[in-house]
């Protein structure tokens, strides 16, 4: 087995279209000026979802409706303490996290005692090799976003939200609606994302099975200077480092599982220290809107 060949190039593309989708929604949150920390857990709220129904129904498109649907759902309970009740949104998504970990666990046990035979999820089949839906949706995905925000009133309204919410409300921009549309639409990327993880990588659940991904989204929308070309190509260096260490594993190499392990999140701690102080975001990121008429 060669350690570079084109098998490695398909792991990193189906490794890394999870982390593009949600990075893409992460993106449009933090430019209209919330920090959704809860990315994460909606990726596993949305995972969940994908299996139940694609096991259920067999069908990959309604299993994707429905993370995408799940992880709006999410999304909608952490909107309603941030922009609602204007509650913390550090502490809110961690809250968000925690219970999706804890809720999504439970609800599969429940699904599946041990005693049930357990199916895998409807496996979504490549077009070409390493060319299928959720490449192609992925890449319009991303090419979606980035024309939206550049080009159109709505997403520069978007990005006036983010900056200075005051002045953009003085101007007729409806901020709260744009947050929450955007926090919402944020939600539907992680929920895909998840589905992702079951119907594309997996094909079943596990619990806790999205393993930080949500927060290597967030990671990402960091070192791409939030512009949508160089946040996928971070999502390609996260899922190259990852599909590397399964190689490495792979070769029996005399090199500590743990240590491969943890390479790619290595890499994106040591991105967040390289980017961090760089990257400027958006003025009003974080910060509760409250109209004044």
Do not use: K
Not at 47 to 63: D, K, M
Not at 129 to 156: D, I
Not at 158 to 165: D, I, L, S, W
Request: overall charge positive.
């Amino acid at each position: 087995m060669d350690l570079f060949d084109l098998g490695l190039v398909f792991a990193t593309l189906r490794l890394a279209a999870p982390l593009a989708a949600a990075a893409m929604g992460e993106l449009l949150a933090e430019r209209s000026g919330v920090l959704n920390i809860g990315i994460e857990g909606m990726m596993l709220c949305g995972a969940l979802a994908a299996f139940a129904i694609g096991t259920a129904t067999g069908s990959p498109v309604l299993a994707s409706l429905a993370g995408s649907l799940t992880g709006v759902a999410a999304a909608a309970l952490f909107a309603v303490f941030v922009l609602w009740r204007r509650a913390d949104p550090i502490v809110t998504g961690t809250a968000l996290n925690l219970f999706a970990l804890g809720a999504t666990g439970s609800a599969y046990r429940l699904l599946y005692p041990p005693e049930v035979p357990l199916s895998d999820a409807p496996a979504v089949a490549d077009w070409l090799p390493g060319l299928n839906p959720f490449v192609v949706g992925t890449a319009l995905l991303v090419v979606g976003v980035g024309a939206f925000l550049s080009y159109t009133r709505a997403g520069l309204a978007v990005r006036a939200a983010g900056e200075r919410a005051e002045a953009a409300h003085s101007q007729g921009v409806r901020v709260a609606a744009a947050r929450w549309g955007c926090t919402l639409a944020g939600g539907a990327c992680a929920g895909l994302a998840g589905a992702m993880l079951v119907l594309w990588i997996s094909n079943t659940f596990v619990e806790g099975m999205t393993s930080g991904r949500g927060f290597v989204a967030l990671a990402l929308v960091l070192f791409g200077g939030y512009r949508p070309g160089r946040i996928v190509l971070g999502a390609l260096l996260f899922g190259a480092a990852n599909a590397l260490q399964f190689r490495l594993q792979a070769l029996g190499l005399e090199i500590p599982y743990a240590l491969l392990l943890m390479t790619p999140y290595l890499l994106t701690l040591l991105v967040l220290a390289l980017f961090a102080g760089r990257v400027r975001a958006p003025s009003d990121l974080a910060r509760p809107f409250i109209a004044r008429e």
